[in-house]
């Protein structure tokens, strides 16, 4: 079932916000000083890309650092992200079967305003030490 979900998600949602996400990582990536928040990005898209049968997890050892990189995140590009996110979900949401994929869309939206200081999981094992 997760893999009939993540295919018609990426036709429908995941390729464009994967995208979006990827600009937002090559942008970030120009400059030396936001390379951290590139990263971020380019792991979000790969998220985006396939989304079930996955969760995010806060990192334990997660600092100061990243709650205010996650401040700059949130001004430059988080906000718009996360736009992103709602208008693809209110179409998703207006099927019987896009219902999941639109609630999906929700629960990425925390991740795209502060991507710093979280980890992508398999939803088999969201408590395994890395």
Same mark, same amino acid.
């Given at each position: %079932? ?6 018609? $998600? +990426?036709?429908? /949602? @995941?390729? !464009? &916000? #994967?995208? =979006? ?5 090559v942008i970030c990536c120009v ?33 100061? %650092?990243s709650a205010l990189g996650n401040?700059? $995140? +949130?001004?430059? /590009? @988080?906000? !718009? &992200? #996360?736009? =992103?996110h709602v208008l693809t979900a ?41």
């Amino acid at each position: %079932m997760r893999t009939l979900l993540n295919l018609i $998600w +990426l036709v429908f /949602a @995941g390729a !464009w &916000l #994967a995208l =979006g996400y990827a600009v937002a990582g090559v942008i970030c990536c120009v400059l030396v000083v936001t390379i951290p928040f590139g990263i971020a990005s380019f792991r979000i898209a790969a998220y985006v890309l396939w989304p079930f049968g996955r969760t995010v997890v806060e990192r334990r050892d997660a600092g100061v %650092m990243s709650a205010l990189g996650n401040v700059v $995140w +949130l001004l430059v /590009a @988080g906000v !718009w &992200l #996360a736009i =992103g996110h709602v208008l693809t979900a209110v179409p998703l949401f207006l099927s019987v079967i896009g219902i999941p994929m639109g609630i999906a869309n929700l629960k990425l939206i925390p991740v795209s305003l502060m991507p710093l200081g979280k980890e992508i999981v398999s939803t088999d094992r969201p408590f395994a030490p890395r």
